[in-house]
């Protein structure tokens, strides 16, 4: 994941991976891209065709998610010839990569004082 300067100040500590990724350089809304097509993936055809079944999901504005937590479920779909599963862990390695890299950059910066 390349953010650029400007991208990277849109960048906060209340930012998401979903927010994030629509900064790098893929630019996918993930939003937009899975909203309403869980009927895609067999195993959340089937929550959605029995949600009273499924206590521990919900349904809100065409995105499935953890009830309670709050965690965003993603449907096994193609975006743009990739799987958004692969887009997310994708992005979040990257991100991951940048933090440790930055990281690490503040630790030999500061041994240097």
Do not use: W
Request: charged share 25%; with cysteine; hydrophobic share 45%.
């Amino acid at each position: 994941m390349v953010l650029s300067a400007s991208d990277s100040m849109k960048v906060t500590s209340d930012s998401t991976l979903v927010d994030i990724m629509s900064l790098s350089a893929e630019g996918i809304d993930l939003i937009k891209e899975i909203s309403n097509r869980y009927s895609e993936d067999p195993f959340f055809e089937i929550i959605l065709t029995k949600l009273s079944d499924f206590r521990n999901f919900e349904v809100k504005s065409g995105l499935i998610y953890l009830h309670k937590r709050e965690i965003l479920c993603i449907p096994k779909v193609i975006v743009e010839d990739r799987s958004v599963c692969e887009i997310v862990i994708s992005e979040a390695h990257s991100l991951l990569a940048e933090v440790f890299h930055v990281l690490h950059q503040f630790q030999l910066d500061s041994s240097r004082i």
